[in-house]
């Protein structure tokens, strides 16, 4: 991978955090102004249930911005692009689709041969 790759890569990866960060705010802001007085209960439910969507998506969001991160500090330590897995490059176009993959496609396709094998 060459160095303008790998510049495009960490911008992708910021920009993820950016939007991240983006829809936080914009959560944080539509929960604080709804009105907690809804006397209907099948809009309260429906209002609850929201709620409830909104946070699992931001607790999957928080691991995401951890993975992030990692690759973040991966890219300043040189060892980004390096499969977790059995050391070699990790292809471009993988890290394109998913920026913040630690094994290649090999790698990959095993561990999770190996998770439904044990039915994970």
Known sequence: MDEKQLLQ???QLEQMKSDIYADVEQTLS???NQSGNIPDPNDRASMESDRSFELRLRGRERKLMDKINEALIRIKEGTYGICDGCGEEIG????QARPVAKFCIDCKTRQEQREKEQGR
């Open 9 to 11: 890569l960490k911008e």
């Open 30 to 32: 539509e929960m604080t």
């Open 92 to 95: 471009v176009k993988r890290l």
